[in-house]
């Protein structure tokens, strides 16, 4: 009795294994989606089918009775192709048992087809209640008493069937319901574990796309634009996740004003890009259509209040520079001070700063003023870049930025954002990037 054990659970572990690589490839899915149910039902069917013939082979002989878990075969046709997969199964097993011969053969190829079709029919209706470890027992356990009963009905003579029955009844039934149970499980869990990879691909491939778009949004520095002898202008993002909360922005007011923004939204991911692109349109259109910068921002943080459900906030620069006074007019939202670079000598602007947009409505943003000379070199950033964290979870830091613009070797914005980047990457090291970073860089020309 213990061989036939060790030799019927040693059989359903191959089965089981192999079902699970089966269970992998949708077949299942396939079969329910697709209008081609009896092509991938006789698919089923052929892969139980040898199962089925597997169990076979394994069995062990009593009593002139053949021991094997045959039933696995066309149990798992059925639930993968339905009832036409499970009587597949059943006929490829059941012949192929009937080929080797036996007292129990012909009893046994009328049991295997009828409990591959019966868990063909249902996994079809009632497939959610059957991936149920409960149900699934219940089963087979069914399944496998009725295959006992048939071979008491039809085995002659009585006291023959009898005896194997009394003999393999027990570990029969329990091995192979318990055997259904686990195929049902490693199934259901195969098949939703292909089911998440699929899922986890399309959100990526809507990341990266959601990316490439929140990209779009920044406003382009190439030879076509800002194409502007009076100044040169470098911008960079990299946010720590697909897409992020930063974004700088420039825009014209009139021939010869340039207005300036770098802003951090709370959070990061899908939320924050959302509300970073409501956030760049709304500063925008406001200080596009109200010429003083004071109540531009009021305004535009009174829009960004309103509906702002998810209590986020941003914090924001925004400067207004005259291209041929040099004059810089400026509110900080609790924002970073920007650095200015003079003669190579790098220091940050003085400021007082203000309440954050999307905070409360209702606040007064205080104007302040500074000016940049033809040289000078204004960089504007978020605190992703003093706040970037080497592995030992120290910060880069305030005098490291200060240092970092101080000896760029190129003295324009491309070279001193190239620095600063540079200069970051060799600090963090092999730490992750926990923030975004952004940097907008524009230098004053004769």
């Known amino acids: 009795m213990s061989m036939l054990i060790s030799r019927m659970i040693g059989t359903l572990a191959v089965i089981l294994l192999l079902a699970s690589f089966v269970g992998g490839s949708g077949l299942f899915d396939k079969f329910l989606q697709s209008k081609r149910r009896i092509y991938y039902g006789i698919i089923a069917g052929l892969i139980g089918g040898l199962f089925g013939m597997y169990g076979n082979i394994s069995g062990v002989e009593f009593e002139g009775a053949l021991i094997t878990v ?63 470890p409960r149900i699934a027992f219940i089963t087979g356990v069914v399944s496998e008493v009725f295959h006992i009963t048939l071979l008491l009905i039809m085995v002659k003579p009585f006291q023959t069937a009898l005896a194997i029955v009394k003999g393999i009844a027990v570990p029969f039934i329990l091995v192979n319901a318990l055997g259904f149970t686990l195929l049902i499980f490693m199934l259901s869990f195969m098949e939703k574990q292909r089911m998440m990879t699929i899922e986890q691909g399309r ?73 970073m692109a409501t956030s760049k349109q709304t500063l925008q259109s406001s200080i596009r259509d109200i010429p003083d910068l004071e109540e531009a921002v009021r305004v535009a943080n009174n829009s960004m209040c309103s509906g702002n459900d998810a209590d986020m906030f941003v914090t924001a620069w925004i400067g207004v520079v005259d291209l041929v006074s040099g004059e810089v007019e400026f509110i900080s939202a609790g924002h970073n001070p920007p650095v200015v670079i003079k003669g190579g000598e790098a220091s940050f602007i003085e400021q007082k700063s203000g309440f954050v947009l999307a905070g409360l409505e209702d606040i007064k943003y205080k104007k302040q003023k500074t000016g940049i000379e033809p040289g000078d070199i204004l960089l504007l950033y978020t605190d992703g870049v003093t706040e970037a964290e080497n592995v030992k979870h120290e910060l880069f830091g305030d005098d490291r930025l200060l240092e970092s613009c101080s000896k760029a070797t190129e003295k324009d914005p491309d070279g001193v954002i190239s620095t600063v980047r540079e200069d970051i990457d060799s600090y963090v090291g092999r730490a992750d990037q926990f923030d975004d970073i952004t940097m907008l860089c524009v230098q004053l020309r004769s």
Not at 89 to 96: F, T
Not at 206 to 229: C, F, G, H, K
Not at 248 to 271: M, N, Q, R, T
């Open 70 to 132: 045959r039933d696995m075969g066309p149990m798992f046709a059925g639930f993968m192709g339905g009832p036409v997969g499970g009587l597949i199964a059943g006929l490829i097993a059941g012949a192929h048992r009937l080929w080797i011969g036996g007292v129990t053969a012909k009893a046994c190829i009328i049991a295997t087809c009828c409990i591959g079709t019966v868990c063909g029919i249902l996994s079809s209706k009632y497939h959610r209640n059957l991936v149920d």
């Open 203 to 275: 959100i990526q491939s809507d990341l990266e796309t959601a990316r490439v778009i929140q990209r779009s949004l920044l406003p382009p520095i190439n030879e076509q634009y800002p194409a502007r002898d009076e100044f040169g202008i470098c911008g960079l993002m990299e946010p720590a996740k697909e897409v992020g909360g930063d974004f700088y922005d420039y825009f014209f007011l009139g021939k010869d004003k340039l207005c300036l923004v770098v802003a951090d939204v709370s959070g990061k991911g899908i939320p924050a890009a959302m509300f």
